[in-house]
């Protein structure tokens, strides 16, 4: 393949695996069968929470497994803790489909632009390289993250909290990009695609698209670089789609192909998948139906204590340190305040650094639990367009777009 | 006049990715990994319809933490792999599938 990438055996490999059913499976590549010493409950209601921590994943450290094949991995809730951004080896993966290139060559890599333009342009990374650099602190978070919360559950990923994570991405922008093939008058979107292919050949292969106005807006991205290393293979490497303030739906892997479209994108993955109701906070009544749907798009703001877990003990009648991080979203974290008393009463909490409206950003707190017994601490963000964190969950049968007030319970003694 | 210069960079800041300052021209370096795969198979009586229609999209992990659904979940999740993903699903299997599910992680 032009392409640059060794997809060609790997599909190869897949298709035999398919052919020979499980009698066939794990004999063709590398077994977690001892590499997963330790297990993590995760807090979800009714459970199972029990999942494996693999350090089994290529240019990966300690991750929660949600699934193997295609990857599935949660960054354990102590990382975020750590620092603002969150460590490349650290990041959480989520892959639609299980066939995933696993060499690119940068050497023979291309980047195809093409459709409704002036003229096909086939970029090598050394033509990417060359253009005007970028960077941007961007939170790239699942559109589903925290689904193993949601009551009534719902099918899917079972993701805790773990499934986002925030890096200063280095690169280009896409308007720079897409000038070179020279967008044409009646341009309506972009479409993107990866490198990643269907197990099953008549499978809708993933691809992302974005109006023609976001997509030239200046900030979207084509990153090959995240926290000043190149991408983790697992992240998308050499080059992913950065679409700040977006659920991560949007934010394409291994990006080879860029089409200009002069009609809406009828692609299943765009006009089907990572649908929404139109509702205000995605919420519906479990069971309601005739709710219109529309793709996900902007991210809503969240915020979390990071240093103290459910059933901690602190001290009583003595300060302590509640540290923790917030994103506004689409916009920047305007406010962050801090309960004690399950939501009754806020203070408002002390920011730290703004790496940017996009970014996560570290919030801290002195409090004082009285006397012994039993708090509900809470933290609640309100983002620069004046949007706060709700305090009832929302709910919708995909589990997208929580982001109600998070509660921790803790004892004083 | 200055006043009116900051106010344009300010905006022209905000609405952009930012140039790099001091940017230092990137390099990449070509990767080539393996990745691990799963041997777990679906455990239990009746599981030979799962086990053998499934496991060649998707391991069976992220199904076995699955919380407990309805029949009517079940089926759907089913005929979503089948309808929407193209799941190679041998038809006479569908039944064995969701009784599978349903009698593991129903409710």
Known sequence: ?413 | MSRTMFVVAFVFSAACAHLAANAVPFTLKSESVNFPDSDKTFPGPGADAINNNCLSCHSAGMVLTQPALSKDAWTAEVHKMIANYKAPIDPNDVDAIVAYLVRTKGK
């Open chain 1, 1 to 413: 393949m032009s392409s640059g990438l060794e997809n060609d055996s790997h599909r190869h490999a897949m298709t035999r695996r398919y052919l020979l059913g499980a009698a066939g499976l794990g004999g063709l590549a590398l077994s977690l069968r001892g590499a997963c010493a330790e297990t993590i409950d995760l807090p979800l209601p009714g459970g199972p929470d029990e999942r494996d921590i693999t350090t089994a994943f290529p240019q990966k450290g300690a991750m929660i497994l949600q699934r193997t094949r295609p990857p599935l991995l949660e960054t354990p809730w102590s990382v975020f803790d750590k620092g603002v951004f969150t460590p490349n080896d650290q990041f959480y993966v989520r892959w639609h489909w299980a066939v995933i290139p696993t060499s690119v060559d940068i050497n023979t890599f291309k980047l195809n632009v093409h459709g409704h333009v002036n003229q096909t342009v086939l970029l090598s990374l050394q033509d990417v390289l060359a253009m005007p650099q970028v960077e941007l602190a961007a939170v790239n978070q699942c559109s589903g993250n925290s689904r193993g919360f949601f009551e009534p559950r719902v099918a899917g990923g079972e993701w805790a909290n773990g499934a986002m994570g925030n890096a200063k991405w280095t690169g280009v922008r896409l308007k720079d990009v897409l000038d070179r093939a020279g967008v044409k008058p009646g341009a309506v979107q972009v479409r993107f695609n990866g490198l990643d292919e269907p197990v099953v050949p008549d499978a809708p292969d993933f691809k992302k698209s974005l109006a023609i106005d976001h997509a030239r807006d200046g900030e979207v991205m084509l990153a090959y670089a995240m926290n000043g290393e190149q991408l983790p293979v697992l992240n998308g490497f050499p080059l992913r789609l950065v679409v700040p303030g977006w659920y991560a739906t949007y934010w394409v892997k291994m990006v080879s192909d860029i089409e200009v479209l002069d009609q809406p994108d009828d692609n299943y993955w765009t006009k089907t998948a990572y649908t929404i109701p139109d509702t205000p906070r995605a919420n519906v009544t479990p069971g309601q139906t005739g709710v219109k749907m529309i793709p996900i798009n902007r991210m809503v703001p969240r915020s979390f204590i990071t240093n103290v877990s459910a059933g901690a003990t602190l001290p009583a009648a003595k300060p302590s340190l509640v540290r923790g991080i917030a994103f506004g979203g689409d916009s920047g974290v305007a406010s962050v305040d801090v309960s004690t008393d399950g939501g009754k009463t806020w203070t408002p909490a002390q920011l730290g650094k703004d790496e940017g409206k996009y970014s996560f950003r570290q919030w801290q707190s002195q409090i004082t639990l009285p006397s012994a017994g039993k708090y509900s601490l809470a933290v609640r963000c309100k983002n620069a367009s004046g949007e706060a964190q709700p305090d009832t969950p929302n709910w919708n049968g995909s589990g997208f777009m929580r982001n109600v007030i998070e509660t921790t319970n803790v004892v004083a003694s």
